[in-house]
């Protein structure tokens, strides 16, 4: 076990939610720094080989200094310092996990469109875009979790795609993204998981809706109006 870890973070990041998740869910204990993106602080610069979150930051029993990035790679790092793994055993279904995490990766970029979308047009496509990859992944869904009975590091990984989706739908009041008999019941699961409650602060919605409305896109226009119609 190494003798320190810091997650260099930000409170919106959901590339950082699942770093939390894993670390919760092994019970591994770690120090939480948030950073503004918009303004990245000069350490950061010089630790970060990105400029991006998440970075863990992995003190070892000599006292050197490891840097990981890439929020699937500290998962597994994290999955794999601690007991009762969370990446099946088998090397299909590594395998297949692994691609299906790539593909939840692939799903945020998608949800980045939508919410980044300057008009009708473009923020329609990214939700044809999300109905795509919903109807592919349907079927993939053994239920309770994604590979069945055990909470595993593609639930971690899909969590932060179901927060944002929850988010904006129960603003709005509709339903964005049809959501299948299996992906409704999993990202239900997921979603009462304290793992994940616990990987955003409690003030997540807010900051989120803030974000989204100050980007001046398709979505900050139906969120300012349903805000209106609300007051
Ligand atoms: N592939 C990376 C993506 C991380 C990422 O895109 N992080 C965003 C925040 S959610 C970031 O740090 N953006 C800052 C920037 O691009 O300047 C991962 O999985 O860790």
């Known amino acids: 076990m190494p003798q320190r870890l810091r997650l260099i973070s930000h409170k919106l990041c959901p590339y950082v939610q699942r770093a939390a998740i894993v670390a919760a869910e092994k019970h591994i204990d770690f120090e939480r720094i948030d950073i503004d993106l918009a303004n990245k602080p000069d350490w950061f610069l010089r630790t970060s080989p990105t400029g991006k979150v998440p970075v863990l930051e992995v003190v070892d029993d000599a006292g050197k200094v490891h840097v990981l990035f890439e929020s699937a790679v500290i998962a597994e790092y994290l999955d794999e310092i601690s007991l009762n793994a969370l990446l099946p055993s088998e090397p299909i279904q590594r395998a297949r996990t692994r691609a299906w995490i790539e593909y939840a990766s692939a799903t945020l970029a998608d949800i980045g469109k939508l919410y980044s979308a300057p008009d009708f047009a473009a923020f329609d496509d990214a939700l044809r875009a999300l109905k795509v990859r919903f109807d592919a992944l349907e079927n993939e869904v053994a239920g309770p979790f994604f590979n069945g009975a055990r909470f595993g ?53 807010d900051r989120l809706l803030n974000f989204v409305i100050a980007k001046n896109s398709y979505l900050s226009r139906l969120l300012r109006d349903k805000a209106l119609i609300a007051a």
């Open 153 to 205: 590091l593609a639930d971690a990984a899909f969590a932060p795609v179901f927060r944002y989706l929850d988010v904006f739908e129960r603003e709005l009041g509709m339903t964005l993204v049809e959501r299948g008999r299996r992906i409704a019941a999993w990202s239900e699961e997921i979603g009462i998981r304290p793992s994940v409650i616990g990987a955003v602060p409690l003030d997540y919605a």
